[in-house]
């Protein structure tokens, strides 16, 4: 059964792209703002940038621009696309909705890792 399930990630050049996938279960879904969340070695789980159900975006000032958050309700999948990144943009990736009353379990996430 799907709960949380993050792709996408990979090793990528300064300056290149990724677009991060996540499949949700529809009680996690559907209805609640979803976000997406990074963790880096050493560093506490932040979270990076959030969608409504509507569509309204946020974006935390270290990703704002560069990053794009989106959402398919059909198919309960949120998307990152990430753009000129940066070494400080390497962690793991993931999804989740972001009112912990809404929150499923975190999936394994997706390990980006921006290195030259």
């Known amino acids: 059964q799907v709960q949380l399930v993050e792709s996408g990630g990979g090793l990528v050049q300064p300056g290149g792209s990724l677009r991060l996938s996540c499949a949700a279960s529809g009680s996690i879904f559907s209805n609640n703002v979803m976000g997406w969340y990074r963790q880096a070695p050493g560093k506490q789980r932040e979270l990076v940038a959030q969608i409504t159900s509507g569509g309204t975006t946020n974006y935390a000032d270290s990703v704002k621009v560069r990053f794009t958050i989106s959402r398919d309700n059909a198919k309960n999948t949120v998307y990152l696309q990430m753009n000129s990144l940066k070494p400080e943009d390497t962690a793991v990736y993931y999804c989740?909705?972001?009112?912990?009353?809404?929150?499923?379990?975190w999936g394994q996430g997706t390990q980006v890792t921006v290195s030259s």
């Open positions: 989740n909705a972001v009112s912990i009353w809404a929150r499923g379990s």
